[in-house]
């Protein structure tokens, strides 16, 4: 394992703001993995050093096969971090909506720039992403759709699931869109947590990581689990959004994962002042519950659960 500095700059307190790379083996540069990029994703942040520490033990052993270079940047903004912040603490810039970046632009747009030049060199981008909205998911692989075909080459992560979906404007500015867009095979791996810790969960991602490696034949140990066939969702034709009709406390009565058929109640909403019951969620149509609304409010029309049909 080689450590190196991706990025080097005054702070305003303290030590410089730097952003670290961990590199494993020689040769071809094959995957990069970039982990948080927002203040609050410490699920995030844990899957990349659980990866850092793994690949480490399989570069000891001799099990990281010859001619292939992996890089792992497991934080892109500690700062943000440090303050509990989800963007940058400073000007509130959400880090992953300025990529590629620029040298001489504000100063995520530098940091991204630092961390975009050095990912765009390898052939495959893993963005260990998390969501904009506070909830839960089914783990799976998210690729947006771009001039670069590769859709089938996601089966590698057996995950259960890999999302398709076309990019909305504002995530044309994402890692995984600009990489695409420099010719990387992007993906974007979403864990059942973001502002705490799952460890069955962050075991899942890193089970897959390392199966995409090993099939690749990148890593030569054997990786036990995961699925041997992946139900591909194009986000617009398989995926409902479910969405509240008035204000109140958040009270789900499924989980992610769960299966339901149409009427089954899904959430209650409770007033706030007398915890009254004010309007009950209902499935729509037979399905599973993919994403799940988690925080214990929530805002009228709202989208708090998503269904794949």
């Known amino acids: 394992m080689r450590e190196i500095e991706i990025c080097d700059m005054p702070s305003l307190y303290r030590d410089n703001f730097r952003v670290k790379g961990y590199v494993f083996g020689n040769g071809k540069k094959s995957v990069s993995i970039v982990g948080t990029l927002r203040g609050n994703e410490y699920q995030q942040q844990f899957i990349a050093a659980r990866m850092i520490k793994r690949l480490k033990e399989l570069e000891a052993a001799g099990e990281l096969n010859e001619g292939y270079e992996v890089l792992v940047i497991p934080c892109a903004n500690a700062y943000s971090m440090n303050t509990k912040k989800k963007f940058w603490s400073i000007d509130n810039t959400d880090m992953n909506r300025v990529f590629p ?56 992560f057996m995950m259960p699931y890999m999302m398709i979906r076309d990019p909305r404007s504002y995530e044309k500015k994402t890692l995984n869109y600009t990489w695409q867009e420099a010719g990387v095979k992007a993906f974007s791996l979403y864990s059942s947590q973001t ?83 004010i309007s009950e969620l209902k499935s729509p149509v037979d399905g599973v519950i993919f994403f799940m609304h988690t925080a214990p409010m929530t805002y009228s029309q709202s989208a708090v659960f998503k269904i794949i049909v």
């Open 195 to 277: 502002d705490g810790i799952d460890r069955n969960s962050a075991h899942t991602i890193v089970r897959s990581i390392l199966l995409f490696l090993k099939n690749k034949g990148i890593i030569s140990t054997e990786i036990l689990g995961g699925y041997t066939e992946c139900e591909i969702l194009e986000e617009e034709k398989r995926i409902i959004p479910i969405r509240t009709s008035h204000a109140g406390f958040f009270v789900p009565k499924v989980k992610v994962g769960f299966e339901v058929s149409k009427g089954d109640l899904l959430a209650e909403i409770h007033d706030l002042y007398t915890d009254e019951v």
């Open 101 to 156: 970046g620029r040298t001489d632009g504000s100063t995520t747009e530098m940091i991204a720039d630092s961390v975009f030049k050095i990912t765009k060199e390898y052939e495959y981008g893993i963005h260990l992403a998390s969501y904009y909205m506070v909830g839960s998911f089914l783990p799976h692989v998210r690729i947006m759709k771009s001039q670069l075909s590769y859709f089938e080459e996601s089966v590698g």
